[in-house]
């Protein structure tokens, strides 16, 4: 029985990419692995990380220091609301509840709207969803209609996680 045992290689660099900690990094490679498997990956390298392939790409990182390092951009506020986790009804509704607002008043500022589809479809997602993702626009147009800023919805969003 033959094992193939293959030492993991550093082949070549891409980018580097800064992160929000000092001294981390996403580096954008290509590698041959423990199987002798060759691709393009994305590797987060830490300083104090003396395991697999990191020596060696830390030692990299050494050696050309001159390599353009890409700085790290903290995500829009777009982008963080996006990638809040969504809230099921029941955390969803005892939100606003903690929030001081009351069901009733969600469904009188839908009634508040234009009648029509929009006003239609507000009311079905606010009766029958599931779940409710912050990025959806049923959570603006709610929040404008009920005077709160977008910061307020982030806080209470982010309160009834915990629910």
């Not at 193939?4 to 290689?9: D, I, L, M, Y």
């Not at 955390?91 to 607002?101: E, K, P």
Request: aromatic content about 8%; some cysteine.
């Amino acid at each position: 029985m033959t094992i193939n045992s293959f030492t993991p290689a550093l082949n070549s660099v891409s980018s580097i990419k800064a992160t929000s900690e000092r001294g981390v990094f996403i580096v954008h490679c290509n590698i041959t692995d423990v199987h002798g498997s060759t691709y393009d990956t994305d590797y987060c390298s830490r300083p104090d990380d003396m395991f697999g392939l990191n020596p060696t790409l830390r030692r990299w990182l050494a050696e050309n220091s001159s390599f353009p390092v890409q700085p790290h951009l903290p995500p829009t506020i777009e982008v963080f609301r996006a990638s809040l986790p969504p809230l099921s009804a029941r955390q969803f509704r005892l939100g606003l509840i903690n929030a001081g607002i009351s069901p009733n008043q969600v469904t009188a500022a839908i009634n508040l709207m234009p009648p029509g589809p929009d006003r239609d479809k507000a009311q079905i997602e606010w009766e029958y969803a599931p779940i409710f993702n912050r990025s959806h626009n049923l959570i603006g147009t709610i929040g404008s209609l009920l005077d709160l800023g977008d910061v307020e919805i982030d806080v209470a969003w982010m309160i009834a996680l915990d629910l």
